[in-house]
């Protein structure tokens, strides 16, 4: 293997250096395809080390950039425009790499095998942070390539190609699945939907798909959503539950697809039922549990908390034990959620910044709500609520962006006025 893998990166870099020529389409074509079958037959090792090389022997040209901003500052100091030397500054500054990369994608398949290339190089990045410079010219390309207007959305269901289906049991990551049944009960009964967002050049690979569940109120647990046993009619549904989000290729991570897709969903599903009264999500809390063990270090009341918490296990959580903690619980999720911030006054928790960045309110606290390993893992088995009112989404955006104000309605601001 060894060997193989030193002869494939030989030919990759060599492939490289000939990409980055002076050489005609077709075989740029060749060539690309060339390369990337190489790059398919590395070890981690010999990716790193091929990574580690495009990032120094494609930088950027400092005397060129210099000579191009002298050019530039020259042409404008003497009261021109200086657009064409703008021009020149600008392709100065663009790393080599770049252009390598897009002749890459010459090849046939070539978008999807560069998207997982990222997906390799955004793991070993962790232990070599060097590489985040190539990190960057990838996503600076990549949110190019996947820009809003080459995704179309399509409603995947049981009779959706096997390779369709195969992708979203590959990709649930929220609430994995088990196989082929547990997949069924997601998109064969009247009361589900699953929607997804296609590249024309990926393919039937997904690039986001979300879950929702026709149900009459706003969930407070999962498992109903998950293990559900009946169907219920759509036109006795009041409420799309909105309760898995996918992003299915790491690859893509920066590259934001959701929102589009949400509003979308949103707007397909109210066409299609306009009954329906209101859209909700249930959703994970990924950051909680952490949080919490790190804050309660400065808070004997929270250390009280989360001592007490660690000594339950996830089958605690429907004895009296839930009772006896909520009311301390429920305000220290509560403030996890919409007062502890990041350095840049967003929320700490990721889920959250998704969702009140597009729009949504955060509305109810929900706590047991999940029996998962994972779940108790994140936040003790809860989970929340963000409503979505589209009447409201423009205005609580801004207000997120703007003021990085957090929204809450419906039983949380309750819950908030009760705190405060």
Known sequence: MECVDSRSLTDLLAA???LMSDVGEASLREIATAALSAYADLD???????????T???DVDADRVRAAFQQWDDVRGSGSHAGDELIGLFT???PARQQLLRRMNYAPGATLALVEMRSDLRRLMRRHPGLRTLDHDFHHLLRSWFNRGFLHMAEVTWNSPPQLRRHLLRYESVHPMAGD????RRLQPDDRRV???FHPATGDVPLIFVEV???????DRITPLLEADSTLDPASADTAALYSINNALDGLAGVSFGSFLIKQVIEQVSAELPHLRQFATLSPIPGFRTWLEATSDDDPELRSLADELDQLAPQDLTSPHVTRLRNRFLPALFTYLTVARRDDGRPIDAVARFHLGNGAAAWRLNWPASPSAEAWQQSYGAMVNYLYEPSQLERRHEEFVRRRTVAVTGPLEALAHATS
């Open 44 to 54: 981690d090792d010999a990716k790193l080390q091929f990574l580690c090389h495009i």
């Open 92 to 94: 100065a500054v663009e």
């Open 195 to 197: 929607y997804a967002f």
């Open 181 to 184: 049944a547990e997949l069924r």
């Open 56 to 58: 120094t022997a494609y």
């Open 16 to 18: 490289c250096d000939t």
């Open 213 to 219: 569940a026709l149900v009459q109120g706003i969930p």
